[in-house]
């Protein structure tokens, strides 16, 4: 007797559970943040720390008792070291532009911005497109230099940018860490890159193909000004690091449906 699966047995989902509901249109990152959070919901339950009752996510959002409960079981799984003062050190001399301070940049963007149920893949290739026109095209001196008053960047910002400052051809003026999202501000502040950067900014928002048209330094404290800061940065990549290690274990020892998910069936990870 063949068996014909049903609409739910061909969902994403992480044990049976399903991850999305069939109407809704998830990116590959949206899929694989709610599996790794059930992945957490579910090991929880597992740790006696979430009751076996609790509902199964809607829409990718969990209860507050399963919140609490992952943040039980990560508290108790992830013990992850105190960064020394020599790491400390070497840390902030390799990475001293993230320390200074004042640091600011004089930026314009276009934005391909991502929205439920966008075509990721292909919002991905305009934006790719748009890169290279962009970076091949002359910039904004010399397309005034050569007589033409061209200035290809803001003609493609107020036409083609999901920002309101495409009227304004994607100017966003001045920047400084505080002004901006933290992964736009890791990608563009901490270079030297003058021009339209040679890579698309990822954010929250979407994706960017940015220009920095000037860019000012900044003034880089001394070290035991931000040692603090600094320790605080090694533990949360410490954090990461065991998280993600932790996150294949699970992946590892479930069933999961229509995911692409690391995967490790040993605590040897590295």
Not at 37 to 48: H, K, P, S, V, W
Not at 89 to 117: D, S
Not at 231 to 237: D, F, I, M, P
């Amino acid at each position: 007797m063949m068996i014909t699966p049903t609409l739910t047995d061909l969902l994403p989902s992480v044990n049976g559970v399903p991850l999305a509901q069939p109407d809704e249109t998830l990116t590959a990152d949206e899929l694989r943040q709610r599996a790794c959070t059930e992945l957490l919901r579910q090991e929880a339950i597992l740790a006696g720390l979430l009751d076996a009752g609790d509902p199964a996510p809607m829409q990718g959002a969990i209860s507050e008792a399963a919140g609490s409960a992952i943040e039980a079981l990560l508290d108790g799984e992830l013990q992850t070291p105190e960064p020394s003062e020599e790491a400390c050190r070497r840390h902030h001399a390799a990475n001293l532009a993230r320390y200074a301070v004042g640091e600011r940049a004089l930026v314009r963007h276009v934005l391909f911005a991502v929205t439920p149920g966008v075509d990721v893949n292909a919002l991905r290739q305009r934006a790719e497109a748009c890169l290279i026109d962009l970076r091949a095209s002359t910039s904004r001196v010399a397309g005034l230099a050569d007589g033409t008053g061209a200035d290809r960047f803001a003609t493609v910002a107020a036409s083609t940018s999901n920002c309101p400052s495409g009227g304004q051809g994607g100017e966003l003026g001045w920047l400084t860490a505080a002004d901006c999202a933290p992964e736009f501000a890791r990608e563009v502040l901490g270079h030297t890159e003058i021009g339209v950067l040679p890579r698309l900014v990822h954010s929250r928002f979407g994706l960017h193909v940015v220009e920095v048209l000037a860019r000012e330094p900044g003034v880089q404290p001394p070290f035991e000004s931000v040692h603090a800061a600094v320790a605080q940065s090694l533990r949360q990549q410490s954090f990461a690091t065991a998280l993600r290690q932790y996150l294949q274990l699970l992946a590892g020892q479930a069933r999961v449906q229509g995911v692409e998910l690391d995967a490790a069936s040993t605590p040897l990870v590295q």
